[in-house]
């Protein structure tokens, strides 16, 4: 079962969101928040090779030297779920046996910068959070709404509360 990055990070958003998405039902490329983070992408670091997409699972927003990660957000309002999508992303590579070193969560916006490393109690407790996505993932039913304050600003918005 192969488990992306935006995998990771819904399942620290919404449980409901990581279970549509991993059975197809992927509304973001429409909507406007979506739309801003990759304008925000394509505006920022400029200088650096963005975007790679490794074995259709994780997509870096840019690396330094195949030793350091870095993942651009707009906000930190989901601050945990950014950590563990980069965490995940260290991980990974590690395990094909890359060198990371670490990574950055960047804020181009807040002109702020977040340094992320993976410890080895961190990269148990990923190993515990793979495994719980893959129940939710693997379970016949969607999970039930739970209703939280940036709801109305999710791309499922609709697709939850209609």
């Known amino acids: 079962m192969r488990i992306t990055g935006n995998m990771i990070n819904y399942y620290f958003v919404c449980e409901r969101k990581l279970w549509l998405f ?5 509304y973001e490329e429409e909507h406007e928040n979506v739309q801003l983070g990759k304008l925000l ?11 790679i997409m490794l074995d259709g699972t994780i997509n870096i927003d840019f690396l330094e030297d195949w030793k350091i990660l870095h993942e651009v ?12 999508q980069l965490r995940y992303y260290i991980y990974y590579l590690r395990k094909k046996d890359v060198k990371i070193e670490k990574g950055f969560l960047d804020y ?18 990923l190993e515990k959070i793979l495994s719980r996505i893959k ?15 940036f709801c109305k600003s999710c791309a499922y918005y609709e697709y939850c509360f209609s």
């Open 41 to 51: 992408d394509e505006k920022s670091y400029s200088n650096q090779r963005k975007q």
């Open 108 to 125: 181009p916006k807040l002109r702020e910068r977040i340094e992320v490393t993976l410890t080895n109690e961190e990269e148990q407790e």
């Open 22 to 26: 991993a059975h197809g039902l992927q």
């Open 73 to 84: 957000k707009k906000s930190k309002a989901i601050e945990p779920a950014a950590l563990w």
């Open 135 to 149: 129940g939710i993932i693997s379970a016949e039913q969607v999970p039930k709404l739970v209703s939280k304050l």
